[in-house]
């Protein structure tokens, strides 16, 4: 027997072609390598009317981190105290390119990454005389890592579709001081 495998664009197509004795009634009989590439045709073939579903799993924590974007700062000359009260709206840092939809990370990760969060900025730092302080504050974020996993409908096929995806939800402020 002789199996020839035929691409079209992105459907495959598997051929068998047996050859039968002269004057025999001899047939040819699948071969398993022909089977599991009729299958993957197959599949191929379903992909496009069937949809795909995603979900995340491996979902870690990965502790805190401190955002890159001052959102508040105060300086000046010392001997004084130098203080920051604000208040800020400020949402979820997701990884780029997520085969997901926000409602399926939200249920991953167990926050909802589509909503803002109200932070609270206080804090205040002593300045020495004839120094000149600055104090910076930045968002603090609680992150989680995972991979997402995609589904193939109706027929249950998995595969890991992106590793190492992250999300971060603002739970606080950081503080950086520095003089001069």
Known sequence: MQLTTIKRGTIVTALSIGLLGAGTGAQ???S???TKVAQAAHMQNTAHRDSTATRLIHVR???TKCGKTPIAM???RGKMTLRIDETRSTGSVLSKHIDATSKVISAGVGWDVSKSRSITVSGSKEVPRSKYGTLTAYV????K??????ILLPQGVTWIA????????PIGVC???SQR
């Open 162 to 169: 992106q590793k190492n995806k992250t999300a971060y939800k």
């Open 74 to 76: 105060a300086s000046g």
């Open 28 to 30: 040819a009989a699948p």
């Open 32 to 34: 398993t390598q022909h």
């Open 145 to 150: 890592k995972f991979d997402v996993e995609a």
């Open 140 to 143: 603090k974020y609680s992150g």
């Open 61 to 63: 924590s990965i502790g």
């Open 175 to 177: 503080f950086k001081y």
